[in-house]
């Protein structure tokens, strides 16, 4: 398949990462030569040098073969009107666009239907609703949804007094007395996917798939306090600002916006009657002495620079808060940060991608293609969602006579609209979906590439 | 430096070598020349036996491999393999010293042309089908042939993209499609198909089949190893006409047959490059023909025409095949097939030489320079096919141009200890380093090679791969740097 990815910046590499290492024929489109010269040292693709929404460098790009076009550039216009040519060009291509200001957004479908757009992505809403749902749903890092919703994978640190500090995986069932499984171990960086023997340290990550019910009631029983927030302190007003503060407000939670910059602040107060913006440096440490934080609080640190968001989670745990969010623009030293306890991190970067290779994925549907991909473990594993259909191979055999993939593991079934966490005894039915973890070294496009 | 993976490349290098050896083999074998299929048997076995040491020493190649590595890469692979490819001849005893073999291996990968053998016809049929074929190989670039073979490491890495742009000629190396291994096939598909298409057309003329093809193999490599002592003279005429099409064809950019293949003919066109190349060839023709005319060389015009059509097509897309021995033509006449000796054929063709595209940017460089002086503050961008040229681009290619013009003069110097000479000497280095053959006096088309002494081989060589692999893949490996692990 053919996908032209215009604008080569951080969403357009991490898409082309993806995409490369899934055996897509990738065209890149930048008025950078720079980037486009890293790219192409990098990764197997065509590179095209010019303004993408221009129809010469679309024609030249190969537009009239693609499949998909990707428009990432930073400008939402030229995202629109790279789509736009391009759907004039080929009346068979997908297009997906970004488009990010908040202004836009209310125009967002009219926009899809009369411009022949199939997508639009919007990486801060989407941070913003990643962050909401993490605010809601206190106690993990992250929840990533499958199966519309019906089953979860989410992340759990394991601290020095949990109870599952320096238990083997066995005995997890016992302690939390309820039914998960834990897909893959994030140990200084590295993803290991564990067996029964495997003796959980402190520091560690866990990722444990259990359908929703039974997650809260892990939460309960393994004791992490589940404080309602009360209070959500955002600091940094960028772009994403609003849509949590709209989203949180509905929730009937008590927002508070921290920026710098005044004008910034007349603007958002505008637009958030409800929210209180406060004209202040984030990084001077005094504010959040004088905010008297609390463990009903939840702090938000979402400034364009990852240092200082760093910094002000860092802080802020010092004081007692227990719920935190770092919007981390670049996740690539995730070895570096597991040694700090940031509490939940969310990049932007990777949401927006994710969504992308999803779309991709889905559209390439052949028999025994996922249907849904969501990259865990700071990207380091891969949970992927595929219907089992006739043609896949061993259907009915319990799962302890299936050989697998080395780091390959069948996180949950669903039969019958209900969500199984497997053991040994399981067995899938065509008809089933399931949802397989595995490395993202290895992309696992179909079903039948997962057993030996 | 990535000495593993490199080390990983140079066996695979090995295996295709050794599997292109074979037809030789074989023909030697069927011909009852036993001596030099055991030649080839014991070279091929040596071939294997090195390779398998390679692959086992280099099992674990990390991944991460840079534009140096690709340079380094790229010009290690064609010397082990002319070391290689000398072997049969040597072990045949059909040429007995090591040097002049691997001369005349170096010749055949670098499309040169140049031969040290006062009797061609004394070769055994299978080793003059192994310097053919190494023109065949060299042509294209045996890492390109490699590239669409085999996927070296993961599928994502784009560091073959260093290997296509130290192997292949120009001064802007692109891909064609997005996939390199594509691109690589493509780029061997449209070459199989025209030295078909050739073998085909010499096969019409009555040529022998094995002569038919050394020829088009010599012709397709742009190379210019014949079969006969009189290299294509005592062809037909039908033949010879054959051969001045096919070698211009070759000497065109490959992806303007990718984009005739795509019915893209306007942008075919309106390739610059493509303007000049023809345009020279039949301004070169035009003169030579009308200097052999008034001066009545040969008895009609259709004659004086084909031949000076022919020397001007195999000496400006650098193959240097000869039907007459241009060395007697008059001055003009030499003066302008010197000069398209340096010329050469296009970028991403299988030619050699300074090449079209490379000159164009220097003549059009040159045009915004004086331009400079007379109005100082325009800003000027440099166009090539109504697209602006990237300033890196122009460096490098001012910087090739230095090199280039060192080297030829440092080869010259150190040839002419031999006591050839000053013609001879100055086209021997200029023939060699732009992939030609033949030269002018001394090594005119009726001569070669022989007379000159080790030292000077060694030069002519080092100049012939310099000039096949535009100088820079060979020239870092003499930097300290190249060989520093990291």
């Known amino acids: 398949m053919n996908i032209i990815i215009a604008g080569y910046g951080k969403v357009g590499s991490a898409l082309t990462r993806q995409l490369s290492a899934e055996g897509y024929d990738l065209t890149i489109i930048d008025s950078n030569r720079k980037k486009l010269e890293s790219g192409q040292e990098l990764y197997d693709v065509l590179v095209v040098h010019g303004n993408c929404a221009t129809m010469s460098v679309l024609e030249e790009a190969g537009v009239k073969n693609a499949d998909i076009l990707i428009a990432a550039t930073s400008a939402d216009e030229i995202n629109l009107l790279c789509c736009l040519t391009a759907h004039k060009l080929n009346k068979n291509i997908h297009t997906i666009a970004r488009i990010r200001n908040p202004e836009y957004s209310e125009q967002i479908v009219l926009m899809r239907d009369s411009l022949g757009l199939s997508l639009l992505v919007n990486p801060e809403k989407q941070a913003a609703q990643e962050m909401e749902r993490l605010i809601r749903y206190p106690g993990f890092m992250k929840r990533e949804k499958f199966a519309h919703g019906r089953v979860e994978i989410a992340e759990l640190r394991v601290t020095a007094d949990s109870p599952l500090c320096d238990i083997p995986l066995m005995q997890m069932g016992s302690v939390t007395k309820c039914h998960s499984l834990v897909c893959t171990v994030l140990r200084n960086g590295n993803a290991i996917a564990p067996n029964g023997h495997f003796i959980l340290k402190e520091g560690d990550r866990l990722f444990v798939t259990a359908t929703t019910n039974e997650l809260a009631l892990l939460l309960k029983n393994l004791g992490i306090v589940t404080h309602r927030v009360k209070r959500v302190i955002i600091c940094g007003g960028g772009k994403s600002a609003p849509y949590l503060a709209q989203m949180l407000e509905k929730g009937n939670i008590k927002v508070q916006i921290v920026e710098r910059d005044q004008k910034k602040c007349l603007e958002l107060a505008e637009l958030l009657p409800f929210a209180d913006i406060v004209n202040a440096d984030a990084s001077d440490l005094s504010l959040w002495e004088s905010e008297r934080l609390s463990s009903d609080d939840a702090i938000v640190a979402m400034t364009g620079l990852d240092e200082l968001n760093m910094m002000i989670t860092l802080y802020v745990k010092s004081c007692g808060v227990h719920q935190t969010i770092t919007k981390l623009s670049r996740t690539e030293s995730s070895a570096l940060l597991d040694k700090l306890d940031l509490g939940s991190v969310i990049c932007p970067k990777d949401l927006c991608s994710n969504t992308i290779v999803g779309y991709v994925r889905g559209m390439k549907n052949q028999t025994g293609a996922s249907i849904a991909v969501h990259r865990i473990a700071d990207g380091k594993s891969e949970a992927t969602e595929f219907h089992v259909t006739k043609d896949t191979l061993y259907c009915g055999v319990p799962l302890k006579d299936l050989k697998l993939k080395k780091n390959v593991l069948i996180a949950s079934i669903l039969h019958l609209s209900q969500c199984v966490i497997p053991n040994g005894e399981s067995c899938f039915y065509p008809g089933d979906t399931v949802i397989v973890v595995s490395d993202s070294d290895r992309a696992i496009s179909r079903l039948n590439d997962i057993f030996e | ?486």
């Open chain 2, 1 to 486: 430096m990535n000495f593993r993976m490199i080390g990983r490349i140079i066996s695979f290098i090995l295996i295709v070598e050794a599997i292109f050896m074979l037809p030789g083999m074989v023909l030697c074998a069927v011909g009852g020349q036993m001596q030099s299929a055991l030649a080839f048997l014991i070279t091929i076995g040596i071939i294997f036996a090195t390779s398998s040491a390679l692959w086992l020493l280099c099992r674990k190649a990390q991944k991460g491999f840079y534009s140096r590595d690709g340079l380094v890469c790229v010009g290690l692979c064609w010397i082990i393999m002319s070391l290689f490819g000398a072997l049969p001849f040597t072990i045949s005893h059909e040429i007995p010293r090591y040097i002049d073999a691997v001369f005349e291996i170096a010749s055949g990968f670098s499309t040169t042309g140049a031969s040290i053998l006062n009797d061609v016809e004394a070769l055994s049929k299978g080793m003059l089908l192994w310097r053919s074929t190494s023109h065949w190989l060299g042509g294209m670039g045996v890492l390109v042939f490699l590239l669409a073979l085999v996927p070296i490491s993961g599928r994502s890495d784009g560091f073959t993209m260093h290997l296509l742009r130290a192997e292949s000629p120009g001064p802007d190396v692109g891909k064609l499609v997005p996939r390199m291994k594509q691109t690589a096939i493509i780029l061997y598909g449209l070459y199989i198909l025209l030295t078909v298409l050739d073998f085909i057309f010499l096969v019409i003329g009555k040529m022998p089949v094995f002569d038919a093809v050394c020829i088009a193999i010599g012709t397709a490599g742009t190379g210019g190893f014949g079969v006969l002592n009189t290299s294509i003279a005592s062809y037909s005429p039908y033949i010879q006409t054959v051969c001045t099409v096919f070698m211009l064809l070759f000497g065109v950019n490959f992806s303007c047959y990718y984009l005739l293949l795509c019915g893209k003919i306007k942008n075919v066109l309106k390739d610059e490059e493509l303007h000049w190349y023809l345009g020279i060839a039949v301004f070169a023709i035009a003169v030579i023909t009308l200097s052999l005319s008034l001066k009545h060389f040969y008895p009609t015009f259709g004659e004086t025409l084909r031949h000076s059509a022919f020397q001007v097509g195999s000496l400006l897309s650098s193959t240097g095949f000869a039907t007459t021995d241009f060395d007697l033509w008059p001055a003009i006449a030499k003066a302008i097939l010197f000069s398209l000796m340096f010329i050469g054929a296009s970028a991403g063709s299988t030619g050699g030489g300074f090449k079209i595209g490379r000159m164009l940017l220097v003549l059009k460089m040159m045009r915004r320079n004086v331009r400079q002086v007379l109005y100082p503050q325009k800003i000027q961008v440099v166009r090539v096919n109504g697209r602006v040229v990237d300033e890196a681009v122009l460096r490098n290619t001012n910087a090739y141009l230095c090199t280039y013009v060192m080297i030829i003069l440092v080869s010259f110097l150190i040839v002419s200890i031999d006591g050839f000479s000053t013609t001879t000497n100055i086209t021997a280095v200029v023939s060699c380093f732009n992939n030609m053959g033949p030269g002018l006096e001394g090594i005119g088309p009726s001569l070669n090679y022989s007379g000159y002494g080790t030292i000077s081989k060694i030069v002519l060589i080092f100049d012939m791969l310099a000039g096949r692999l535009e100088i820079f893949p060979i020239l870092v490996l003499f930097s300290r740097s190249a060989w520093k692990r990291r």
